[in-house]
């Protein structure tokens, strides 16, 4: 299984960005996927879930303002982030779901390199 992130870049505050996250030796179709994101000192944290069955879940931090999605024919999952904050810069990373807790990246394997997205102000 290998994830690759990608489309993080310095913006400033108010733009919009989208990440995407490639898979491949999975099918996107049939796992259930998380976007999770880790600023300097800070613990990892939840952002936005999307599914097997296509039902999302999103951080209230981020809801009303990102959108997770996914391509099956692409096999490409997305991240769409409005109205991007400073306090959204960290590190993004994709992740499959293999445990239970929707919240706890420990319940999530198969992790990409992460791609850095940084808000100014």
């Known amino acids: 299984v290998r994830l690759v992130e990608s489309g993080g870049e310095l913006v400033q505050a108010g733009d919009s960005l989208r990440l995407s996250c490639a898979a491949s030796?999975?099918?996107?179709?049939?796992?259930?996927m998380g976007w999770f994101r880790q600023a300097p000192g800070k613990e990892r944290e939840f952002v936005a879930g999307?599914?097997?069955?296509?039902?999302?879940t999103y951080a209230d931090s981020v809801k009303g303002r990102f959108t997770i999605s996914r391509d099956n024919d692409k096999n490409t999952m997305y991240l769409q982030m409005n109205s991007l904050k400073p306090e959204d810069t960290a590190i993004y990373y994709c992740?499959?779901?293999?445990?239970?807790?929707?919240?706890?990246?420990?319940?999530?394997?198969?992790w990409g390199q992460g791609t850095q997205v940084t808000v100014s102000s």
């Open positions: 030796g999975l099918a996107l179709s049939r796992n259930s």
């Open positions: 992740a499959r779901k293999s445990g239970t807790d929707t919240y706890n990246s420990r319940d999530y394997d198969d």
């Open positions: 999307i599914w097997w069955s296509g039902g999302t």
